[in-house]
């Protein structure tokens, strides 16, 4: 796909979920995408490489959580990945200061280099297991907000994120369709881990008719001071 076309496809995806990209955020995404494809070749990143896929199943489908972002928060980005949901909120938010989290070294490698050539600012990387991470005072409870896609099941995740989170703030959740197994299966361990469901909202994904839940949880007291526990412990046996 032609520069020209990507960037109005883009434009155009994007405003069909009431995100209205300015011009510099759209040239920021599509030199993003370029980098991401080019580290693509080297380390595994993505599966989803074709433009069109590219714009919405990555840029598209991280901006549908935009409109639980305020401005002025501290956001962290939990198993980012590639960079995604965190990367494309930052460009769109650039007042908001992202924390990108992952728990492999090469890909907070490949994240520096990307940040760099895209002159974000305010932005920072921590390589880590969340089990351990989230046990330091330094890091436990001190982000108003973390994201997360497509990282693990909703009663497995929630251990991951809501100990990162301080009380007042919230935790987003990005997941597919037929959520609602996941949700009644998490009731208890997000009680447990201080927080409480605040809004379910589904998106459909334009021009591939997908559906996406975004789940958003706040947090409403401290998590007990034993989660989350060892790493592999909340996957294993998820919390009832």
């Known amino acids: 796909m032609e520069e020209k076309d990507f960037k109005e496809l883009l434009k155009e995806k994007a405003s069909n979920i009431n995100v209205f990209l300015k011009d510099e955020e759209i040239d920021k995404l599509y030199k993003y995408k370029n980098l991401v494809l080019e580290w693509n070749e080297k ?75 895209l002159q974000l600012k305010n932005v920072q990387l921590i390589h880590g297991r969340a089990e351990e991470v989230f046990k330091n005072k330094e890091y436990r409870e001190k982000y108003d907000i973390a994201t997360s896609r497509a990282v693990a099941s909703l009663n497995v995740l929630v251990e991951l994120m809501l100990p990162a989170v301080k009380v007042g703030g919230k935790c987003i959740c990005m997941k597919g369709n037929n959520v609602e197994g996941e949700i009644n299966n998490a009731k208890i361990a997000i009680d447990v881990l201080g927080g409480r469901i605040d809004k379910i909202n589904k998106v459909i994904l334009p021009e591939f008719n997908l559906e996406r839940n975004i789940i958003v949880i706040k947090k409403v007291k401290p998590t007990p001071k034993k989660f989350p526990r060892k790493p592999g412990t909340p996957q294993k046996s998820p919390i009832q």
């Open 43 to 117: 380390i595994n990143l993505t599966a989803i490489t074709e433009d069109k896929d590219f714009i919405v199943k990555h840029f598209v489908d991280s901006l549908t959580i935009n409109r639980y972002i305020e401005n002025d928060k501290t956001i962290i980005d939990i198993g980012t990945g590639a960079g995604f949901p965190g990367i494309p909120i930052k460009i769109i938010n650039p007042e908001n200061k992202i924390v990108l989290f992952d728990s492999l070294n090469k890909r907070i490698k490949v994240l520096e280099d990307i940040i760099n050539k």
